[in-house]
């Protein structure tokens, strides 16, 4: 089954809503790639994303996530809001590396939607997991 | 049965050890009271803490509801990470009000333990309902 | 505020509506409480509930707290399917005790509700905990 | 990276550990595949595994996707317990089709292992989704 293609239009938007969120400019995490039902997150784990380890705090790695989860029912033209996450770490990602995240729709329904996520490291080692639930708003034309 | 007394020296402990993380720093998130096997913290909502919407990012009430329970572990004189958690939506909280969590341990075991917590907005509204299981790294002596 | 009361009716029709359950009957779990927005279940461990270690097997328990959360939300009215649900294990029970699960809402939503539920051996010790998203179809009348 | 091989014996000795389980052979659930890290079940659907609807009871395929998962750990030659399971339900199955369990290890630890599984109606539709987290109680030799 062919994927349905992403109009350009709705790349922009979404790099614009991403890119003019205070959190995750304040987190200094940016959208790196969108494609039909699949955004990649990127960001470098600086001195205030960590815990007293020097790792990077469960909270960021979450944020990454869910926003890489959100961001790819966007990119299925849906505006959703997270109805619940669950998050296993594996993982932990010390101070000075980057880490990426995927965000994938697995079920694209009517009124909710099912994504899962994975963050890695800049080795491409495996440091979350997510699964999630979203309550879809509205299609976006 | 009596709750176990949770010693000055740990709260003083607990106090300066979330004192000194930078990301709780970073997103100004203070821990307000420390009883044995349960934990609360409050936070400001701020610009830098809102989606494009003006409302909480999920990724800050994660943040608050995962360490709440992280630190309710240690309310018990067990340090931890934490393996999974699942966080419900439940209410959006908005730029400008007062958010608190309470974290609490359900089950203490040896090996791993079980809590929960919850976030409220100032009007003591549920926002977030969180579960999760911690893995027990080693007893505070 | 006071908690609304359950019709005689909606009780009547659930004690059939669960009594008339196919896989319940199978298991031999039962209804034994309800009130708005919570119900009880019971079941004794017998050998076919059970895995080779003697113990009840996970899928009980998990189909017990799913069913006591789902009927708490039919206890509010509201007809539900379970969206998604989360459940930590934290006691085995074996062969031939008595098994209890509590469940209750805690969000009652127009379009989701929010429960959680406990499982208990019949020494009123915490076997597993739960918490579980659901999508209202229908409000009964 | 090549996968390690399951040994003979291991594939044996898990047929016949799913074969004494009392609870599966109660529920006509069968495993079909072995493979290190990866484990197929298979069940059809039939009256007693339903609800009032018709369909599978969630307990049912809540039941797969843990077997599946906890065997597929037991295929990596560690034998677990589920610490937690979260799994979104997706799709329905009606009584008389077949369904059939994928568990995969995602991540295998000393201490703890992550899994996911999936679980499919006989046209392949995705019905079930899961994630779960299992405690290492020792390796097999």
Redesign the interface.
């Known amino acids: 089954m062919e994927k349905p293609k992403l109009a350009e239009a709705t790349k922009k938007y979404m790099l614009s809503?991403y890119h003019?969120?205070?959190?995750?400019?304040?987190?200094h995490i940016n959208v790196t790639s969108i494609e039909y039902g699949r955004v990649r997150l990127d960001m470098d784990v600086q001195?205030?994303?960590?815990?007293?380890y020097g790792i990077v705090?469960?909270?960021?790695t979450?944020?990454?996530a869910?926003?890489a989860m959100g961001a790819a029912c966007l990119a299925c033209n849906k505006q959703v809001?997270?109805?619940?996450?669950?998050?296993?770490?594996?993982r932990a990602i010390p101070e000075g590396l980057h880490a990426y995240a995927v965000g994938k729709v697995?079920?694209n329904?009517e009124?909710?939607m099912?994504c899962?996520a994975e963050v890695y490291d800049e080795r491409d080692m495996?440091c979350v997991?997510?699964?999630a639930?979203f309550?879809v708003l509205k299609e976006l034309c």
């Open positions: 809503f003019d969120n205070p959190f995750l400019q304040y987190l001195h205030e994303h960590t815990n007293v705090h469960g909270g960021v979450m944020t990454m869910d926003t809001v997270t109805l619940d996450c669950t998050l296993s770490f594996i697995i079920h329904g009124h909710t099912i899962e495996l997991k997510t699964q639930t309550f």
